[in-house]
């Protein structure tokens, strides 16, 4: 079976979407003050852990040791709000990426299941 790594074209197609999704993120007033003022590292973070994630090189672990997505995220105040704004902001861009019907639902799915685990306030 192929990977959605393998079948969106691997490594750019990550970057590309991330780019997409961060400049978004660098106008909103609800997610941006979580973010550091250069957004370079949390931008390649996240390229990497969805490349690893979805079947492509495991440089993120090599590079940055086991995800640990809640314990990397506890520090931040993440509630509805901000995790609304994030889901919003991810879904334009899978949207903008022209994907297969198929391919955009289960990265959909994944981003929903993900940014609702990570809801540590009310």
């Keep these: 079976m192929t990977s959605l790594y393998d079948r969106v074209g691997g490594d750019q197609f990550f970057y590309d979407l991330i780019d997409r999704f961060y400049l978004a993120v660098s ?3 609800v997610l941006r003050p979580l973010y550091p003022d250069d957004l370079t590292e949390p931008k390649k973070h996240l390229a990497l852990f969805l490349i690893q994630y979805w079947g492509g090189p495991g440089t993120y672990s090599e590079t940055r040791g086991h995800p640990r997505l809640r314990m990397r995220h506890a520090p ?3 509630g509805p709000l901000e995790r609304d704004a994030w889901l919003r902001h991810m879904a334009a861009a899978v949207a903008a990426a022209g994907l297969a019907a198929d391919d955009e639902s289960e ?3 994944y981003f929903e299941m993900a940014a609702s685990s990570l809801v540590n306030a009310r």
């Design 107 to 109: 990265l959909l799915a």
């Design 76 to 78: 931040f105040v993440i």
């Design 27 to 29: 106008g909103d007033p």
